[in-house]
């Protein structure tokens, strides 16, 4: 499908949680963040059924992101059921890779082809930092198992900021390099500020080559990730949250005041 500025959108990215096993600085807020109601999550069949709807109309890329996906109860199914919609010719997911030792063979067979895993540093006392708690032993033990498991590629997302020095992204280059990983380059971003970019080697943050659209893991469908625009698919129904997305869909993002990284998904 096309959209108003003549855009192909062909990939959807479903958060299927707000909740996380980490909490990182540039994503969960300081406080406890309001999560939330159980009744509020979509159901398995609702995510399939947008799925579905969505693949009808054009979408042959699907990820899922977060929160975190993995802690997300029965994900091995919710992939399977995806995997079987036909349409979907990619899918892949986002993860911190916490719980993937456990989760990259079951995924895989369920119908995950590849994945991406954050990490932006790949020192353990600043992983420890960064993420407020987590342990950097878990992740790498994730990225072995992924590697096993045949879920390929593997692309690792780094976080920098803007100006800051680069030695962790370096750092994790040179461990990307040693296990034949690859690494994509994410600017912080700021979406209460607008604050978003193109960075050299990295992905996202150009609105004329945008191909997305997301739901939300409370029925959602977002035009953009730096807009407050949001079609709510229990409401509307899905065709028409859909296509109410995809009509509205910004030339360009501008603010979002209603959502953190953790509940839209990154
Ligand atoms: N929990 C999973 C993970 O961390 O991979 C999936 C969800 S997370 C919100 C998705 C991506 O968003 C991660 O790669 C994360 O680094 C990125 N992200 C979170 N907050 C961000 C921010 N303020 N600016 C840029 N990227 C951010
Ligand atoms: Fe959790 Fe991912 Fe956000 Fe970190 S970036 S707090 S791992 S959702």
Redesign the pocket.
């Known amino acids: 499908m096309l959209d108003r500025f003549n855009r192909k959108i062909n990939y959807l990215r479903i ?1 299927v949680t707000d909740r ?1 096993n ?1 909490r ?1 600085r ?2 969960m807020p300081d406080n406890d963040p309001l999560m939330l109601n159980h009744e509020d999550i979509l159901r398995f069949e609702e995510i399939q059924q947008v799925v579905a709807v969505a693949a009808s109309l054009g979408i042959s890329k699907v990820r899922l ?5 993995l802690v997300r109860k029965d994900i091995t199914d919710l992939v399977a059921m995806i995997a079987s919609v036909p349409g979907v010719q990619d899918l892949s997911m ?4 916490v719980l993937l030792d456990r989760f990259a063979l079951p995924l895989k067979k369920a119908g995950l082809q590849r994945i ?3 990490l ?1 540093t790949v020192d353990p006392e600043k992983f420890h930092d960064i993420t407020r708690g987590g342990g950097l032993h878990k992740v790498f033990r994730g990225i072995q198992a992924a590697e096993a498991a045949g879920l390929h590629p593997i692309k690792i ?1 780094c ?1 920098v900021k803007r100006g800051a020095e680069r030695k962790d992204a370096d750092g994790v280059a040179a461990y990307c390099h040693q296990h034949g990983l690859e690494i994509r380059y ?6 209460e500020r607008g604050d978003f970019a193109v960075v050299e080697g990295g992905s996202g943050g150009d609105c004329a080559s945008c191909n997305r659209l997301r739901l939300t893991s409370d029925g959602k469908i977002k035009p953009c990730l730096f807009s407050d625009l949001g079609y709510d698919i229990r409401e509307l129904g899905i065709q028409h949250a859909l296509e109410k997305a995809l009509g509205n869909k910004p030339e360009k993002g501008s603010v979002n005041q209603q959502n953190l ?2 509940n ?3």
């Open positions: 958060s996380c980490l990182c540039y994503c992101t977060g929160g975190e996906p986002t993860t911190n890779a991406n895993v954050s932006d997302n976080v994410i600017q912080q971003m700021d979406l990284f953790h839209i998904g990154g």
